[in-house]
């Protein structure tokens, strides 16, 4: 599900190198590398849900209360074929409550893209 969601955020986010990592060569380390056009990194964690609740391993927890800048959470909700995107911070939050009280920092792909487009 990962998989066809990675090929969406390729298709539709431009203007950001992306380098997808593999899963197994760090445990909780976020599924793209990406750099902008301002020069600055950050990392995105796609999780795919056809409900409230977003699973994370530990190592993902931990990775991003650790890194809490520059970090975020796209999620795809399956059913209602959407996306929400959250900041690596709110990793604790999505984790105990969902995505649902959670507010988002974007909730449409183009929103998402200007948000990656100005990392700073």
Same mark, same amino acid.
């Given at each position: 599900?990962?998989?066809?969601? &990675? /090929?969406?955020?390729?298709?539709?986010?431009?203007? $950001?190198?992306?380098?997808?990592?593999?899963? &197994?060569?760090?445990?909780?380390?976020?599924?793209?590398?990406?750099?902008?056009?301002?020069?600055?990194?950050?990392?995105?964690?796609?999780?795919?849900?056809?409900?409230?609740?977003?699973?994370?391993?530990?190592?993902?927890?931990?990775?991003?209360?650790?890194?809490?800048?520059?970090?975020? $959470?796209?999620?795809?909700?399956?059913?209602?074929?959407?996306?929400?995107?959250?900041?690596?911070?709110?990793?604790?939050? /999505?984790?105990?409550?969902?995505?649902?009280?959670?507010?988002?920092?974007?909730?449409?792909?183009?929103?998402?893209?200007? $948000?990656?487009?100005?990392?700073?």
């Amino acid at each position: 599900k990962e998989s066809k969601f &990675w /090929l969406q955020v390729k298709n539709k986010i431009k203007d $950001i190198l992306f380098v997808r990592l593999e899963s &197994w060569a760090s445990a909780g380390v976020p599924d793209l590398l990406c750099y902008n056009k301002n020069g600055k990194f950050f990392t995105v964690e796609l999780k795919v849900t056809s409900n409230n609740s977003v699973r994370f391993s530990p190592h993902q927890i931990s990775f991003h209360v650790q890194h809490p800048k520059n970090t975020f $959470i796209l999620i795809f909700l399956e059913r209602q074929r959407a996306i929400k995107l959250y900041e690596g911070s709110m990793i604790l939050d /999505l984790h105990s409550r969902g995505h649902g009280p959670c507010a988002p920092v974007a909730d449409s792909w183009i929103k998402v893209q200007e $948000i990656f487009v100005n990392v700073t």
